[in-house]
T-cell receptor, first 109, second 112 residues
């Protein structure tokens, strides 16, 4: 079953912050985050493992709450290059990685 | 350069004509997977492989076959393609379940 992402789409001005949420109905071992630009392949951003850790990648960070089976991706002071569709992927412990339907992020000058 | 290579990039075929999409990685990754991407549905897993000769079904395996005879290659086979298999296909690989996937450039398949 696919995890649910929210919002489905968001438009921001350069410099604004965004939060993308990912929620699963099953117990999770790990959560992946990817960004896909139009016409390109998804690119791996980060992985969070069971343990509730928070990770950072430049101005992009994420948290994972395995009790709530949720993860959130935080984009701070967004740049034009952050535009794209963001996907979370969830895994229950094996290699079966199930992706959400994506969140389209548009950054305008 | 470390990469996942898919071929072909674009393919138009007719219903029922068997086809194979190749996928090869040069990173010695154990895990490989196939996804299809359709508007509004995100990436859906077709099959995945944990190592040579070890494969398992993903969420949408019907109408597809895979094989993993060598660690670097993971071809996707459509024995009798149908129009509902028109989609963008991605192959991906990863060292283990604790690392992110590296995706290939994608194969856009149209079945008429």
């Amino acid at each position: 079953q696919q995890p649910v992402q929210s919002p489905q789409a968001v438009i921001l001005r350069e410099g604004e912050d965004a939060v993308i949420n990912c929620s699963s109905s099953k117990a999770l071992y790990s959560v992946h985050w990817y960004r896909q630009k139009h016409g390109e392949a998804p690119v791996f951003l980060m992985i969070l493992l069971k343990g509730g850790e928070q990770k950072g990648h430049e101005k992009i960070s994420a948290s994972f709450n395995e009790k709530k089976q949720q993860s959130s991706l935080y984009l701070t002071a967004s740049q034009l290059s952050y535009s794209g569709t963001y996907f979370c992927g969830t895994a229950g412990g094996n290699e079966k990685l199930t992706f959400g339907t994506g969140t389209r992020l548009t950054i305008i000058p | 350069e470390a990469q996942v290579t898919q071929n072909p990039r674009y393919l138009i075929t007719v219903t029922g004509k068997k086809l194979t999409v190749t996928c090869s990685q040069n990173m010695n990754h154990e895990y490989m997977s196939w996804y299809r991407q359709d508007p509004g549905l995100g990436l859906r897993q077709i099959y995945y492989s944990m190592n040579v000769e070890v494969t398992d079904k993903g969420d949408v395996p019907e109408g597809y076959k895979v094989s993993r005879k060598e660690k670097r290659n993971f071809p996707l086979i459509l024995e009798s393609p149908s129009p509902n298999q028109t989609s963008l296909y991605f192959c991906a690989s990863s060292p283990t379940a604790l690392y992110g996937y590296t995706f290939g450039s994608g194969t856009r398949l149209t079945v008429v």
